[in-house]
C-alpha cells in the first residue's frame, strides 16, 4: 500500500488523474447540494445521459476525437436537454421528474444509436469513442486537469458569489421571486453549472455513474449538518476525498478503474454518515429513542411511587 502510494505521489501520469478526480469530486460536490436541495437529483442523470448524442454528433461533424470538441458537443447536448425539460413542464401537465425520464430515455436512446452508426462506419479512428460510458480516467492529461481547474474555480466562485440568490432558490423561489430576484434565470444558470460539472465529469466516470458525483457528497453532508453553508464545503471535501482514494485504490491494481472505485468510495462515505451522522443518523436516532424511551419509563415509575406514597391504609 504504501509502495502504491507513493509511486502515485512521484508519478506524473498518477498525479495528474489524481489531481483531476479531486478537482472533480470538488465542484461536484458543492454544485450538487443546490441541485439535491432542488429536488433535481435526477437532473445530473438526465444531463449525463443527455451528453452521449452531443459526443457522438462532434465526432461525426470533425471526424478527430478531440476532448475539447467532445465536451463542448456533450455541452451543447445538456443545454438543449435543459432546454427540453423546461418547455415539457411548462407547456403541458407533465411533471419535472416524468419530463427528465423522458428526456434522459430519448437522448441516451439517440446516443446509442448514433454510437453503433460509428463503430459500423468507415472511420479509421473511431475505436475507443464507447469508453464515455464508462468512463475512462487513466486517459487524463494536463490539458484535461487544466480544463477541470477551470471548471472547479468557475463553479466554486459562482457558488460563493451568488450564495444567497441560490440558497432561496432552493428552498421558497416564491419568496425569491416576492424579493425581486429573477427567478428564472438564477434557475437556468445553476442548470449551466450542472452541466459543465457533468460534462467535465464524463471523461472520468462516463456517463451512466456520473449522477453519483453530485448527488452522494451532497446527501452525506446533510446527514452532518442543519447549516447549507457547512453543507456545502462538507460535500466539497466528501468529492475531493472520494476522488483521492478512488485514484490510490486504483493504482494498487492495473485492472480497477479510477472512476468506478472513486463512486464507490463515495458510497463508503454515504454509509459511514447514514450510520454516523450526529443527528440523522441511524446510531444517534436509535441512541435517541432509547433515551426518550428510558425517560418515559422513569416518569412513569415515578408517578407509580408517588401514587403508591399517598394511599391510606385500610
Known amino acids: 500500500m504504501l509502495d502504491s502510494l507513493r509511486a502515485m505521489v512521484t508519478d506524473p501520469n ?25 429536488k433535481q437529483s435526477l437532473m445530473g442523470d438526465t444531463l449525463a445521459h443527455a451528453a452521449l448524442p452531443g459526443i ?18 456533450a455541452g451543447a447536448a445538456g443545454l438543449l436537454a435543459t ?8 407547456y403541458s401537465r407533465i411533471k419535472t421528474d416524468a419530463a427528465m425520464g423522458i428526456v434522459l430515455s430519448s437522448f441516451f436512446g ?18 475507443g469513442l464507447d469508453k464515455f460510458l464508462f468512463g475512462q480516467a487513466a486517459s487524463m492529461i494536463g490539458s484535461d486537469v487544466n480544463a477541470m481547474l477551470i471548471v472547479s474555480i468557475v463553479i466554486i466562485a459562482a457558488c460563493t458569489l451568488l450564495f444567497k440568490e441560490f440558497k432561496l432558490l432552493a428552498f421558497d423561489p416564491g419568496f425569491a421571486r416576492g424579493l ?30 456520473v449522477a453519483a458525483l453530485l448527488i452522494t457528497p451532497a446527501v452525506s453532508a446533510r446527514y452532518w449538518t ?12 466528501f468529492g475531493l476525498l472520494s476522488g483521492a482514494v478512488g485514484t490510490w485504490l486504483s493504482s494498487t491494481t492495473a485492472s480497477l478503474p479510477t472512476g468506478p472505485v472513486s463512486v464507490l468510495a463515495q458510497t463508503l462515505l454515504f454509509g459511514a454518515s447514514l450510520l454516523l451522522g450526529p443527528k440523522r443518523g441511524l446510531l444517534a436516532k436509535r441512541l435517541a429513542h432509547t433515551r426518550a424511551r428510558r425517560t418515559v419509563i422513569h416518569e412513569q ?4 411511587n408517588v401514587s403508591g406514597k399517598g394511599e391510606r391504609p385500610l
Open 56 to 73: 457522438c454528433i462532434a465526432f461525426m461533424l470533425t471526424g478527430t476525437k478531440s476532448i475539447g470538441l467532445f465536451l463542448l458537443g
Open 14 to 38: 498518477a498525479q495528474w488523474i489524481l489531481l483531476g478526480c479531486m478537482l472533480l469530486g470538488l465542484c461536484s460536490g458543492v454544485i450538487g447540494c443546490f441541485a439535491y436541495l432542488r
Open 301 to 304: 415509575s415515578l408517578q407509580v
Open 110 to 127: 439517440l446516443g446509442i444509436v448514433l454510437l453503433t452508426q460509428i463503430q459500423h462506419s468507415d472511420y479509421g479512428n473511431q475505436s
Open 180 to 209: 425581486g430576484f429573477r427567478v428564472a434565470f438564477l434557475d437556468q444558470l445553476l442548470m449551466f453549472f450542472i452541466v459543465v460539472s457533468v460534462v467535465a465529469g464524463i471523461q472520468a466516470v462516463g456517463v451512466v455513474l
Open 226 to 237: 442543519d447549516r447549507l453553508g457547512t453543507m456545502v464545503i462538507l460535500a466539497g471535501a
Open 83 to 90: 432546454f427540453g425539460i423546461g418547455l415539457i413542464t411548462r
